[in-house]
């Protein structure tokens, strides 16, 4: 195993890779480093639940009014969620490539992306399961892939972690998400979501992978299901965030 890792290393160092956004040829995995540079983190100082910025007042124990108010409707149900940066000009252009057009060579410079976020986020916990947002068995006969499940599988696999895409499953078949206002997006997800075995994650940590967080809806409604089924914890990571909330 240790050979393996070693040779893809070296293979990594001599084997050029191309930028998946401009094609440019270079010797590091993943976006070139003229694309990275567009990127951009998401804004501080933030809501120390969900990350939305702050624009005005911080409100007590630095939650957004969101937070708060939905704490008391226990309808958030992630304990933190984080993104790698916000969802505008390149890594727009990545997704909608990566989702949209079938460009599933995205899949490793996007979770790449999101890999040091998830390590930390992890903390070393040997009960920590990754678990991508599953996609209703409709659309992925349609998508052909789900893609938040080859980003969690590729982080599993480097991080070490456990990947576990079948516990979780949407039972309902809903409207994209993003044809929908916020107040439409809550609605369209309720029970969308079922845990197959409880067993499976009962006291687990679980870190669901998605790659936007818009409204929150849906990864708090995965979340919710999650957490009345046993698990410990469940945090959200996402490669980018909007800035509609
Ligand atoms: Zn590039
Ligand atoms: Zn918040």
């Known amino acids: 195993m240790r050979t393996l890792k070693l040779l893809s290393a ?11 956004l401009c094609a440019v040829v270079g010797y590091s995995v993943g976006f070139c480093s003229a694309c990275s540079v567009e990127f951009t983190p998401p804004a501080s100082p933030h809501c120390d639940r969900c990350q939305t910025p702050f624009t005005g007042t911080i409100h007590s124990k630095n939650l957004c009014s969101l937070c708060i ?28 490539r990566f989702k949209y057009h079938n460009q599933t060579e995205f899949s490793l ?26 996609l209703h068995k409709r659309r992925l006969k349609k998508r052909g892939f789900n893609q938040s499940l080859m980003l969690a599988r590729r982080l599993s696999k480097s991080l070490s972690l456990s990947l ?75 490669v980018a965030r909007t800035a509609l909330v």
């Open 10 to 20: 070296i293979a990594d160092i001599i084997v050029p890779h191309t930028c998946p």
């Open 69 to 96: 108010k939905e704490a008391k409707k226990i309808s958030r149900s992630f304990s933190t969620a984080r993104s790698a940066c916000v969802y505008d000009g390149n890594i727009r252009k990545a997704i909608t």
């Open 109 to 134: 410079p996007l979770a790449l992306l999101t890999q040091s976020l998830v390590s930390s986020l992890a903390n070393a916990s040997a009960d920590v399961i990754i678990m991508p947002v599953p």
């Open 164 to 238: 576990d895409y079948k516990t979780l499953m949407r039972v309902r078949d809903t409207t994209p998400q993003v044809e929908l206002t916020p107040k439409e997006r809550v609605e369209n997800v309720k029970n969308a979501f079922g845990v197959t075995n409880a067993a499976a994650i009962k006291d687990k940590k679980i870190i669901i992978i998605d790659d936007v967080y818009t409204t929150g809806a849906t990864l708090s409604e995965s979340a919710k299901e999650l957490m009345s089924a046993g698990a410990s914890d469940v945090i959200a990571v996402t």
